[in-house]
């Protein structure tokens, strides 16, 4: 499985991050999870992995809708949480590779938090070695709207959940990247291209490596032809 990207990668990553809020240059990330897979015997095995709470800023408090639809609380990033140097140098750990591919559902949102995020430590360079990839500008060309993660996992029949905890999400992220390879053998095509809603225009700051396409609720061929 995921052969297709292999060939072409040594390593993919597979990212997901919760946050405090909407707004990448404001808010925080409150969770991350990061699944670093490599080929083995026509499929793949997990070569590192991260999933962990993040401290966030002092006098920073977690709003109650974030806690709502996560089940984070303010008690256990404190108890539980990492501090955020620790979690930027795990972070470099995993991406500082040479070819390597990271990969989400809609990953111009987690990405760009990403970049905000290991800004702060001076770190943000690391991002520019790394090719990208948004599952969920795949999952359009597949499939009408809706466009959620939990709808693309409704759609491939699969065991998991979209519960918006990080490494739950990311592991559906992985099974859906794996069932979209057995539909159609194309994923390569859609590296370092992300669609967007031409009638919200593109979240957050633009990545300078990605082909930005128009990419609405409707399939109209694919966005790499």
Do not use: W
Request: aromatic share 10%; proline share 3%.
């Amino acid at each position: 499985m995921l052969n297709s990207l292999f060939q072409y990668f040594d390593r993919v990553v597979i990212l997901d991050v919760e946050t405090t809020g909407l707004d990448c240059r404001k808010d925080e990330i409150i969770e991350v999870a990061a699944l670093r897979i490599v080929a083995e015997d026509e499929a793949y095995r997990v070569e590192y992995e991260l999933d962990t709470l993040v401290q966030v800023s002092g006098g920073r408090s977690l709003p109650s809708e974030i806690t709502r639809l996560t089940g984070v609380t303010e008690k256990m990033l404190t108890e539980d949480g990492c501090d955020k140097a620790s979690v930027c140098k795990k972070m470099v750990e995993i991406l500082d590779s040479p070819n390597t591919l990271v990969a989400a559902y809609n990953a111009q949102f987690d990405l760009c938090f990403l970049y905000y995020f290991l800004m702060q430590f001076n770190s943000a360079e690391v991002l520019k070695q790394v090719k990208m990839l948004d599952v969920m500008t795949i999952y359009k060309d597949r499939r009408d709207y809706p466009h959620k993660l939990s709808d693309a996992i409704e759609a491939y029949n699969l065991e998991c959940q979209n519960s918006h905890r990080a490494m739950s999400d990311a592991k559906a992220t992985l099974a859906i990247l794996a069932a979209m390879e057995q539909e159609k053998d194309d994923l390569s095509k859609y590296v370092n291209l992300f669609g967007f809603n031409p009638k919200y225009g593109v979240y957050g700051p633009k990545i300078s490596s990605v082909t930005y396409l128009p990419q609405g609720y409707y399939r109209k061929g694919r966005l790499y032809e």
